[in-house]
């Protein structure tokens, strides 16, 4: 048995717009989590399920810190949703509308909206095909793909494709093709979208390290950001997503996100379930 944790280790289940966290929270001792016990936790059976586990962890120069794990065991830059979420429950650790932190592609602001949203601002979409990264030097704009995609990156890389009709692809079929196409040396998340209504798209997601989701933060950072490239959108646009509603506004300090955020239990992995994961 892993003597660290002899009554076990706690834990929360939250999720933003569908998009769903187990949340290990490491302030005060050093980080736990493994690849290992990102599998077997994100299994849904023989684990809790999640679509990422995220950490935190303590930070020297923000209020907290924050990494992300998929439930194959690899490892995410972004996570949008998941960061909306902990944003939520640090602000009522500390008695805030706003916080500040750090996550692998650097400091993040959040504050709490008067109805009780959350928005987070994800930085700056990468554009360049070596930040994101892809394999070798294209226009990120027109991705050298069937059906046209844009690269966008935000502090993980997205692949976004503008299709008629986003309820008529096959999400499992196509998303998964694409993550793993060689274009992408780091696989990559896959969003289909199409517009809906001014400034709203209807956008279905594949994540890498995931699959499906019912909703991605950074992929709807990355939708919005693409369709104003593209000409279809303003700079604020309403993503529609199967778990629920996302308000993106790209600014001039970085692409905002806003949505909701729920916390639905509190949970305690027992030792047993730990023993040989840590
Ligand atoms: N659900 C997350 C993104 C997870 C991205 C992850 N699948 C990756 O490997 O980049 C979000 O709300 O932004």
């Known amino acids: 048995m892993d003597s660290q944790f002899p009554t076990g280790l706690p834990f929360m289940k939250m999720h933003g717009a569908g998009n769903d966290f187990v949340i290990i929270d490491s302030r005060g001792r050093g980080a736990v989590t493994t690849p290992a016990l990102a599998r077997a936790l994100g299994d849904r059976n023989r684990g809790v399920g999640f679509d990422q586990l995220a950490e935190i962890r303590d930070s020297e120069t923000a209020d907290f810190a924050l990494d992300f794990w998929n439930s194959d065991g690899s490892r995410a830059g972004a996570c ?43 930085g700056q979409p990468q554009r360049d095909w070596t930040e994101l990264p892809l394999s070798h030097a294209v226009d990120t704009d027109h991705l050298p793909l069937p059906g046209d ?11 976004v494709f503008f299709v008629p009709d986003a309820e008529a692809v096959d999400v499992a079929q196509d998303g998964r093709r694409i993550e793993t196409d060689p274009l992408f040396p780091q696989r990559t ?86 023993d040989g994961l840590l």
């Open 80 to 122: 949008g949703n998941a960061t909306r979420c902990v944003s939520d429950y640090m602000m009522g650790q500390l008695g805030r509308e706003a916080v500040h932190l750090v996550t692998p592609r650097g400091d993040l602001r959040a504050v709490r909206l008067a109805d009780g949203r959350v928005s987070v601002n994800m």
């Open 149 to 159: 995609p844009v690269a966008v990156g935000m502090g993980n890389p997205h692949c």
């Open 189 to 274: 998340n896959v969003e289909f979208a199409s517009l809906t209504g001014p400034d709203r798209l209807r956008m279905r997601v594949w994540e890498r390290g995931a699959g499906i989701t019912l909703a991605c933060g950074s992929g709807a950072c990355a939708t919005a950001v693409a369709a104003h490239l593209r000409g279809l959108t303003g700079r604020r646009v309403t993503l529609d997503l199967d778990g629920g509603v996302l308000e993106i506004d790209w600014r001039e300090d970085g692409v905002w996100m806003a949505g909701p955020v729920a916390r639905v239990f509190d949970g305690m992995l027992s030792p047993a379930f730990l």
